[in-house]
T-cell receptor, first 115, second 115 residues
Framework: GAVVSQHPSRVICKSGTSVKIECRSL??????MFWYRQFPKKSLMLMAT?????????EQGVEKDKFLINHASLTLSTLTVTSAHPEDSSFYIC???????????FGSGTRLTVV | KNQVEQSPQSLIILEGKNCTLQ??????????LRWYKQDTGRGPVSLTI?????NTKSNGRYTATLDADTKQSSLHITASQLSDSASYIC??????????????FGKGTKLSVIP
């Protein structure tokens, strides 16, 4: 089946530093990938839609300069949390849409803790 | 506004018992409906996906139903196991054909299976 690898699974960083999260589709191509944020006991909240070869589309209220997205290939999208603050601590999840059958596969998530 | 409502919000059942989770949606135009299982601290894993013409689909002990007329879906879990403890998320995709990708997430049902 379709597999999406997301790394790292956990990261702790200091305030003011930047953190990069990778989302990689292992056995299919994904022109479109999505980045979500999930607070404890809450549903996934779409942050942005990542499109290979073009700029990401951000949801209302999401700072594009804060959350940099790069989708440089058909199998890789990255989310960089810049100048991280404790309030950025959260669970970040990516998903990739299969170009062939339009199925969605989620990554296993990244737990970010900013101290 | 597209919405997906799930019930109950949480559910506790004894191991070995059956249970049914509900999902009502107002997404239009409807493309497909998916049920995901999300373990704590992990990304969602797909259980079933149904299009407009499908009214039931099984995946092991999981059986999903869809009534496109009433815009309702259910997920039935048979002979529950402790490992079934997780959040179950109903996700409805908007759009038509190849262009669909707008997803609307339910808030999930948290299932706890106890010995």
């Amino acid at each position: 089946g379709a597999v999406v690898s997301q790394h790292p699974s956990r990261v702790i960083c200091k305030s003011g530093t930047s953190v990069k999260i990778e989302c990689r589709s292992l056995d299919f191509q994904a022109t479109t990938m999505f980045w979500y944020r999930q607070f404890p006991k809450k549903s996934l909240m779409l942050m942005a839609t990542s499109n290979e070869g073009s700029k990401a589309t951000y949801e209302q209220g999401v700072e594009k300069d804060k959350f940099l997205i790069n989708h440089a290939s058909l199998t890789l999208s990255t989310l960089t949390v810049t100048s991280a603050h404790p309030e950025d601590s959260s669970f970040y999840i990516c998903s990739a849409r299969n170009d062939r059958d339009y199925g969605y596969t989620f990554g296993s998530g990244t737990r970010l803790t900013v101290v | 506004k597209n919405q997906v409502e799930q019930s109950p919000q949480s559910l506790i059942i004894l191991e070995g018992k059956n249970c049914t989770l509900q999902c009502n949606y107002t997404v239009s135009p409807f493309s497909n409906l998916r049920w995901y299982k999300q373990d704590t601290g992990r990304g969602p894993v797909s259980l079933t996906i149904m299009t407009f013409s499908e009214n039931t689909k099984s995946n092991g002990r999981y059986t999903a139903t869809l009534d496109a007329d009433t815009k309702q879906s259910s997920l039935h879990i048979t002979a529950s196991q402790l490992s079934d403890s997780a959040s179950y998320i109903c996700v409805v995709s908007e759009g038509s054909g190849a262009g669909s990708y707008q997803l609307t997430f339910g808030k999930g049902t948290k299932l706890s299976v106890i010995p």
